[in-house]
């Protein structure tokens, strides 16, 4: 199995090797021993530390544990503002499923001359949030059938 980290904007492909994946993994079981998460580097001319920081080094560790794991890694780019179809892309909802959200106010939108806009922030936001409600809901059922048996 190989594992592909793929940018879609340039549809770049860097296929990871058995020993980058090796490597991943090595650095994975290290940082699941390590609670406080915060990543370092070298420059490649000189002892310079560069520290990275915890947000980055969060992100970090997160690709490396899917590679480890022998998973496919995408990156892309977002602009700042989406258009209705494309957020509703994102969120896996019809696009007059998204202008019902928008006008009950349950995620924050704009107009642009006629045209409807959303932030990206916002969008991202509201698909994380819905998951967790999913997420807390399907725990509930759970107990809740525990409960029953």
């Keep these: 199995m190989s594992t592909i980290l793929a ?10 090797s058995a020993v ?15 609670t406080s998460l915060q990543l370092s580097m070298n420059r490649s001319r000189g ?9 980055l080094s969060a992100i970090i560790a997160q690709v490396l544990t899917v590679i480890a794991r022998g998973g496919t890694v995408t990156v892309g780019s977002m602009p700042d503002e989406l258009t209705t179809s494309t957020a509703a892309e994102q969120l896996g909802v019809s ?4 202008m019902k959200m928008i006008d009950r106010g349950e995620i924050e939108a704009r107009k642009v001359g006629s045209h409807t806009r959303l ?14 409600r999913r997420r807390a809901a399907f725990e509930a059922l759970r107990a809740m059938e525990d409960e029953l048996d």
């Design 20 to 34: 980058e994946l090796d490597q991943a993994k090595q650095v994975v079981d290290h940082l699941s021993t390590n």
């Design 47 to 55: 002892d310079d530390l560069v520290e990275i920081p915890r947000e």
């Design 95 to 98: 696009r007059p499923t998204l």
């Design 7 to 16: 940018s879609t904007r340039d549809r770049e492909l860097l296929a990871a």
């Design 119 to 132: 932030r990206s922030a916002d969008v991202m936001l509201f698909r994380k949030d819905r998951l967790a």
